[in-house]
């Protein structure tokens, strides 16, 4: 199985990011924001939407003379040991501050050993995830998760996991022709996000947009109640503008 590489705008900030922090990694004692830019070839705004992100995240710390020296977040992540445990904070942290700041729950998904995994979310008493009711596994051609995770996949990705999961009615929006859905999924521009109208569940709305690390698909994805779907559109560009942060961690 091979994946489809269409960067997108949270692949090339990720891209700017890691060259901040190898930057800074070299300058151990510090690094002023001028040099930043003479040794990374970012103009002044773009590293300073950069930095401002890689501060948040604590990726890089701010001394009290202004260089910017190696923060807390990437000293745990670099580490061999305890990495994993250090990576699924941080990544839940993230998670945890999205789902407040867009008001749904969210979740990251990766596409392994063929399958869809939901890996971490993030909900709460007034955000609750969706219920589960089919397994994700069997039923990516009805949700914005698995949608989103088959169009990082290439053709005979695509039809491979439809012939081993085949498309189910789930709702009476639910697209169960192969060939239909296979046309939608080549279609699906990489920095649209991916939607659930009702096709997994009768009143739940989704959105995901691509997460890919590596030779890895993944997705980020929110969920809400079809009476909220009035916010759907906002919340899936929330999704897009923080892709990002997550997608520096998993490359860290």
Request: charged fraction near 25%.
């Amino acid at each position: 199985m091979a994946l489809r590489h269409e960067p997108t705008a949270s692949y090339h900030s990720v891209q700017d990011a890691l060259r901040v922090l190898e930057t800074v990694a070299r300058h151990t004692t510090g690094v002023d924001s001028t040099e930043l830019a003479r040794e990374t070839g970012l103009g002044t705004e773009r590293l300073t939407t950069l930095l401002r992100m890689l501060r948040r995240e604590a990726y890089v710390e701010q001394l009290t003379d202004g260089a910017y020296v190696t923060g807390a977040a990437s000293i745990r992540l670099g580490s061999a040991e305890g990495h994993d445990r250090a990576l699924r904070d941080k990544l839940q942290h993230t998670l945890d501050r999205l789902r407040d700041s867009v008001g749904a729950a969210v979740y990251l998904s990766r596409y392994v050993d063929g399958e869809v995994r939901v890996t971490q979310y993030a909900d709460s008493p007034a955000t609750p995830k969706v219920n589960e009711w089919v397994d994700f596994r069997f039923s990516a051609h009805a949700t914005a998760v698995g949608k989103s995770l088959l169009t990082q996949l290439d053709h005979e990705g695509r039809r491979d996991h439809l012939a081993r999961h085949r498309p189910a009615r789930l709702t009476s929006r639910t697209i169960t022709s192969d060939r239909l859905l296979l046309s939608k999924l080549a279609a699906q521009p990489p920095t649209v996000p991916v939607l659930d109208l009702q096709e997994y569940a009768v009143g739940t709305v989704c959105a995901a947009v691509p997460l890919t690390a590596g030779s890895t698909a993944g997705c980020l994805a929110l969920s809400l109640p079809l009476e909220h779907a009035h916010r759907l559109r906002r919340a899936a560009d929330a999704l897009n503008r923080n892709a990002a942060p997550l997608l520096l961690s998993l490359a860290i």
